[in-house]
C-alpha cells in the first residue's frame, strides 16, 4: 500500500513563489511516475508537471518556464517549484504516483490549495 501527503500550498500575491511537496510512503516500486495534477472549480483533473525515477519530466504548456518539478527517489519525494504565479494557477493540486503492471496502477493525495490573487 502507498500513501502520498501534499503540503506547500497556501495564498500567495500574483507575481509570488511557491513550492509543493509530496512524500511517498510504503510499497514502492524502484521504476515509477510522479507528478503534480490540478483541478480548478468545476473543471477536470489536468496535468501541470510529471517525472519519471529517470529524470524524464514533461509539464503542461501553461507552466513551462515557470514551474519546475523534481524529485529525490532516496526519499520518494516529488516537489513543485512555482514562480511567476498567476492568478490562473489558483486550484487544488494533487500528487500522483503511477507504476505500471502493480494493482492500483496509481495513487492520489489528498490534494493542497494553491490561491494566486491579483
Known amino acids: 500500500q502507498v500513501q502520498l501527503v501534499e503540503s506547500g500550498g497556501g495564498l500567495v500575491q500574483a507575481g509570488g513563489s511557491l513550492r509543493l511537496s509530496c512524500a511517498a510512503s510504503?510499497?514502492?516500486?524502484?521504476?515509477?511516475?510522479m507528478g503534480w495534477y490540478l483541478q480548478a472549480p468545476g473543471k477536470q483533473r489536468e496535468l501541470v508537471a510529471a517525472m519519471t525515477s529517470g529524470g524524464t519530466t514533461n509539464y503542461a504548456d501553461s507552466v513551462k518556464g515557470r514551474f519546475t518539478i523534481s524529485r529525490d527517489n532516496a526519499k520518494n519525494t516529488v516537489y513543485l517549484q512555482m514562480n511567476s504565479l498567476k492568478p490562473e494557477d489558483t486550484a487544488v493540486y494533487y500528487c500522483?504516483?503511477?507504476?505500471?503492471?502493480?494493482?492500483?496502477?496509481?495513487?492520489w493525495g489528498q490534494g493542497t490549495q494553491v490561491t494566486v490573487s491579483s
Open positions: 510504503g510499497r514502492i516500486r524502484a521504476i515509477n511516475i
Open positions: 500522483n504516483l503511477k507504476q505500471i503492471l502493480a494493482a492500483p496502477p496509481e495513487y
